[in-house]
């Protein structure tokens, strides 16, 4: 079983690789299966012929059990730094599989901003042995979270860490006072609690393919599917609210869960929209549901 450090030794190969714009530079198999945004790609297309640097931003955990390592990071494409997460499997030091996320914001027509690409402590800390959960147990805590998210109505289906934060594509969503929605003031439970995200119908097509319990974290990957009938509501404290989504519409996310004591400490994600009710083409290939 490849360790910790021969993970990140391929994820470092990789990366140079991609920098050159040359897929022969890193150990990637004759048949590796490649997506980039959900769609699959030749090894070598896509951000391969694109990027033009890399944010020293290195967000990076494993799982040696399953052969996994990620990294969470922000690529320079020409005119825009854009949130980014590569996953990699990896089998007999050879990389199998490719899942590249790029949240390309402004070619969406709305930019997340200020970005701010800088290192989490609580994301970088080990967990002490006698304290490490279970790889089933940090699996439960994290798809509660998409269990909460889903047609929210104020249920908690998870535990969350009073000290909670949430980082969406390089912009903080949790206790940020300097965000234009009032939402964002809010910690995670008390977001969801107030039913804020009822329009989210359905969080399809899950999976948890790296759990790096060491770490305490669990990278996930869905859909969030919005069918766009819902449009006036009231927010669990008899506030009235309305959907900003009103027409079909999909996002798919990379998403990683920092757990600490049972309890959601800290949320990695990227997204980006993508066609309505897209399917996955991972699907069927024999990752952890």
Same mark, same amino acid.
């Given at each position: 079983?490849?360790?910790?450090?021969?993970?990140?030794?391929?994820? +470092? %190969?990789?990366?140079?690789?991609?920098? #050159?714009?040359?897929?022969?530079?890193?150990?990637?198999?004759?048949?590796?299966?490649?997506?980039?945004?959900?769609?699959?790609?030749?090894?070598?297309?896509?951000?391969?012929?694109?990027?033009?640097?890399?944010?020293?931003?290195?967000?990076?955990?494993?799982?040696? $059990? *399953?052969? *996994?390592?990620?990294? @969470?990071? #922000?690529?320079?494409?020409?005119?825009?730094?854009?949130?980014?997460?590569?996953?990699?499997?990896?089998?007999?030091? *050879?990389?199998?599989?490719?899942?590249?996320?790029? %949240?390309?914001?402004?070619?969406?027509?709305?930019?997340?901003?200020? !970005?701010? @690409?800088?290192?989490?402590?609580?994301?970088? %800390?080990?967990?002490?042995?006698?304290?490490? %959960?279970?790889?089933?147990?940090?699996?439960?805590?994290?798809?509660?979270? @998409?269990?909460?998210?889903?047609?929210?109505?104020?249920?908690?289906?998870?535990?969350?860490?009073?000290?909670?934060?949430?980082?969406?594509?390089?912009?903080?969503?949790?206790?940020?006072? +300097?965000?234009?929605?009032?939402?964002?003031?809010?910690?995670?439970?008390?977001?969801? #609690?107030?039913?804020?995200?009822?329009?989210? +119908?359905?969080?399809?097509?899950?999976?948890?393919?790296?759990?790096?319990?060491?770490?305490?974290?669990?990278? #996930?990957?869905?859909?969030?599917?919005?069918?766009?009938?819902?449009?006036?509501?009231?927010?669990?404290?008899?506030?009235?609210?309305?959907?900003?989504?009103?027409?079909?519409?999909?996002?798919?996310?990379?998403? $990683?869960?920092?757990?600490?004591?049972?309890?959601?400490?800290?949320?990695?994600?990227?997204?980006?929209?993508?066609?309505?009710?897209?399917?996955?083409?991972?699907?069927?290939?024999?990752? !952890?549901?």
């Amino acid at each position: 079983m490849a360790t910790r450090e021969d993970l990140y030794l391929v994820l +470092d %190969a990789y990366l140079a690789a991609l920098a #050159a714009g040359d897929p022969a530079r890193a150990p990637i198999a004759a048949r590796a299966f490649n997506t980039e945004n959900n769609v699959a790609l030749a090894v070598g297309d896509g951000l391969w012929n694109t990027l033009t640097a890399r944010h020293p931003y290195d967000l990076r955990f494993a799982d040696p $059990a *399953q052969g *996994q390592v990620a990294l @969470f990071t #922000a690529v320079e494409e020409t005119d825009a730094l854009n949130p980014a997460c590569v996953r990699l499997e990896v089998t007999g030091g *050879q990389i199998t599989g490719i899942e590249t996320v790029v %949240a390309r914001n402004k070619d969406e027509g709305f930019p997340f901003g200020p !970005q701010h @690409f800088e290192d989490k402590p609580a994301m970088l %800390a080990t967990v002490p042995e006698h304290e490490r %959960a279970s790889r089933e147990e940090l699996v439960r805590v994290a798809n509660g979270y @998409f269990e909460t998210i889903e047609r929210n109505d104020g249920s908690i289906r998870t535990r969350f860490h009073p000290q909670c934060n949430r980082v969406e594509n390089g912009v903080q969503t949790t206790n940020n006072a +300097d965000f234009p929605l009032p939402v964002a003031r809010m910690g995670c439970e008390e977001q969801f #609690a107030l039913g804020w995200y009822r329009y989210d +119908d359905e969080l399809r097509a899950r999976r948890f393919p790296l759990v790096d319990v060491e770490r305490g974290i669990v990278l #996930a990957y869905g859909f969030i599917d919005h069918s766009g009938r819902l449009g006036d509501y009231t927010l669990t404290n008899g506030e009235p609210a309305r959907s900003p989504v009103r027409r079909p519409h999909s996002y798919y996310l990379a998403e $990683a869960f920092k757990i600490t004591d049972g309890a959601i400490l800290q949320v990695e994600a990227d997204f980006l929209t993508v066609p309505y009710r897209m399917p996955s083409p991972w699907d069927g290939r024999g990752e !952890q549901k």
